[in-house]
């Protein structure tokens, strides 16, 4: 899968305003604007075990993705007032070597594209001013990778809309649209977060937009966050003979990408992760020097197949 979504400023504050899906083994996707304020999509359940379902309503337009290859599985998508909720759940089956902007789900953590961490301390405040080099890192950089209806390159620290802004705060952002009244305060949000951090977001979003409009969003009165378990981030680990035959197969770390997946398959990725018996698959930083057994300290390009790279408990 690859999941894009679309920020754009309003005033003062920004909101997602674009979704899109791609299915990669079927090239199938899926695509949800405010724009257009309706989903466009050419998924078959048949040849891609995926499943859109409308549940719209006059005052929310809102899209289950199913995958019918996972119980339980699935992202949702709402539009609420002009302003787009995403929310995702599922387990290791689907998600599995899942990274990007969001996270890892096999690492933890936030991370930019190389693996380095991104530091999530002071919580939303704190991070605020941290963001974008982030969201800069993962921005879809071509025409012919976006998912987007029409690409742009533009990607600023831009909250502010206008004259003085790259948007105009009337372009296709709804603002026109009156926003819906909320009679509800985050401190009477449905006890249904174990972690409360659905009523840690509400109280920053009235922080950030001077409303509590958002307070009713469907991302509040019904959260899908719960505690993980751990057994649904568990990846199935290959024999040490399936390990080996599979860097036989020409999966090694001397391509300085590639690694065995789940199945014990050689595959291709853009980040720098190896397959290191006992350890599974490890995750370097582009430009990590790694112990070798024998040969010392080398960088990842001068990695060679059948070398044993050392790793601290």
Known sequence: LQLQIRTRPRRGWSTITEVGLLIKASGQTFGYSVEDDSAVFNIDETTSQVRVDDSSSPNLKAYTIHFLNALNSFILVTSYGGNISLQVKGTGAIFSSSVGMLGSWDYG?????????????????????????????????????????????????????????????????????????????????????????????????IAITDGNFFTCQPAYQNPLVIESDPTSFEKKHCENTEEEQCFDNGCSAAKSKGYCDEDCQCVDCDYPRFLIPGFGCICFPGSALVEVEDRGNVELRDIQLGDKILVAN
Do not use: Y
């Open 109 to 205: 953590s936030v991370r930019f594209r190389n693996g380095r961490l991104f530091d999530t301390s002071g919580g939303w405040a704190g991070t605020r001013k941290r963001s974008f080099a982030l969201a800069n890192d993962w921005k879809v950089s071509s025409a012919a990778e976006s998912l987007m209806k029409t690409h742009s390159d533009v990607c600023v620290d831009q909250r502010i809309c206008g004259q003085h802004g790259p948007f105009a705060c009337g372009d296709v952002r709804k603002l026109s649209q009156i926003l819906p009244t909320c009679n509800q305060t985050c401190e009477a949000l449905p006890d249904l977060d174990p972690t409360n951090i659905t009523r840690s977001s509400c109280e920053e979003d």
